[in-house]
């Protein structure tokens, strides 16, 4: 391992990345909190300003995957959509499969230049994980308990605000419901079995009510679906602790741009293009690992600055008081005040795995295990 190599794996370094990431996520949740004075008086500035403090948050992941690991991750599309990205409201379909596939789409989202405005439709347990469940709800993620019946009017109904978004966003849904894991995957398929569908190797079964309601409600304001497959080269198994690592893995991405009135509007016709799209996505899968290649043309977006200077201002800001603060309890030569920073180094230890851990796929969701004790439905 060379010396920056060897830097980048260092506690110390992870716990200033840790530090700047809670201190201004913190800082920036209370702003956010007193924006919501702006909600009844002027609603689109309310979601302008809320857009920007999301992006200092979700950024700074952004910026440890593209400026600390060095990660890229290329673009294979038609070159007549790429004109379209970033300049169109979009639903985007994505397989859940690695434990840093939201990164990646993040990190597309901030080379399109609208990260913060970036939705995703996901469970209800993460609007109660502090700073980024908190921002998600000022910027109107949409939450779901996964039981349908609760389900339906409450998303519907949160879609339905999106209707007049000032701003051009990306709305994520993993159709899948959770992320691939071969147990899970063998369960999908007893239930494809049983519904007569065609087995798929490298995708779990869709969910397709949730995608369902999203293009009726989004039908109109929204021009396309892209469908995104996602898979990194020579077989690599990114996590977000080898990102912290500073390890760099290499992410190849199909992008198919597919207008929204390709898409029927007919729930059981909509219903069924879906487990179209999902083998014409396994398809893609198997064809990438025979060959190492996406279809179309390779295309990387330019790497934009703006994650960097934004870690940057808040690690300028924050840490000059942090290490001041860890002189004035290292000098004082107190033994309880040396315990007590011990006791801190080692909940921040602990805090920094229980984010990542968040991330981890044998920490998932039990959604779609039949341990679960839930048929797994449409």
């Not at 913060?116 to 921002?135: D, F, T």
């Not at 309890?329 to 920094?352: D, P, R």
Request: aromatic content about 12%; some cysteine.
């Amino acid at each position: 391992m060379d010396l920056i190599g060897l830097l980048k794996s260092q506690f110390l370094c992870h716990l200033v990345f840790c530090y700047v990431f809670i201190a201004s996520g913190l800082i920036v949740n209370a702003i956010q909190l007193c924006t919501l004075v702006l909600w009844p008086i002027n609603k689109q500035l309310f979601r302008k300003i809320n857009g920007r403090l999301c992006y200092c948050i979700s950024s700074q992941l952004v910026m440890l995957l593209e400026w600390w690991s060095g990660t890229e991750c290329t673009i294979y599309t038609d070159p007549r959509s790429s004109p379209h990205y970033g300049k169109e409201n979009a639903i985007v379909v994505l397989n859940h499969k690695f434990e840093i596939d939201f990164l990646c789409g993040w990190s597309l989202a901030e080379r399109l230049g609208i990260l913060g405005n970036s939705k995703v439709l996901a469970k209800k347990e993460l609007a109660y994980v502090p700073i980024i469940g908190w921002m998600w709800y000022f910027v109107e993620m949409i939450f779901c308990t996964r039981k349908w019946e609760q389900d339906r009017q409450t998303v519907a109904k949160s879609l339905l605000h999106l209707r007049d978004y000032p701003e051009n966003y990306l709305f994520l849904i993993h159709c899948e419901g959770t992320r691939f894991t071969e147990k899970k995957h063998q369960i999908s398929m007893q239930v494809a079995q049983a519904k007569g569908l065609p087995s798929l190797k490298h995708h779990l079964l869709p969910r397709t009510k949730g995608f369902a309601i999203t293009v009726k409600c989004l039908r109109d304001v929204v021009p396309a679906v892209y469908d995104c497959t996602l898979n990194f080269r020579n077989n690599e198994n990114p996590t977000l602790l080898g990102v912290l690592n500073g390890k760099k893995y290499h992410a190849d991405c199909y992008v198919r741009r597919i207008p929204m009135e390709d898409i029927p509007e007919d729930e059981e016709k909509c219903s069924a293009w879906l487990h179209k799209l999902y083998q014409e996505k396994d398809a893609f899968q198997e064809e990438y690992y025979r060959t190492g290649v996406f279809p179309e043309t390779p295309w990387v977006p330019p790497r934009r600055p703006w994650a960097l200077v934004n870690w940057l201002f808040w690690a300028s800001l924050l840490l000059y008081p942090f290490f001041q603060f860890l002189v004035s309890m290292v000098s004082s030569g107190s033994s309880v005040t040396l315990a007590s920073l011990v006791l801190i180094f080692c909940m921040a230890s602990m805090g920094v795995r229980w984010m990542i851990g968040v991330t981890e796929i044998d920490k998932g969701s039990a959604y779609g295990n039949i341990d679960n004790k839930q048929k797994q439905t449409d």
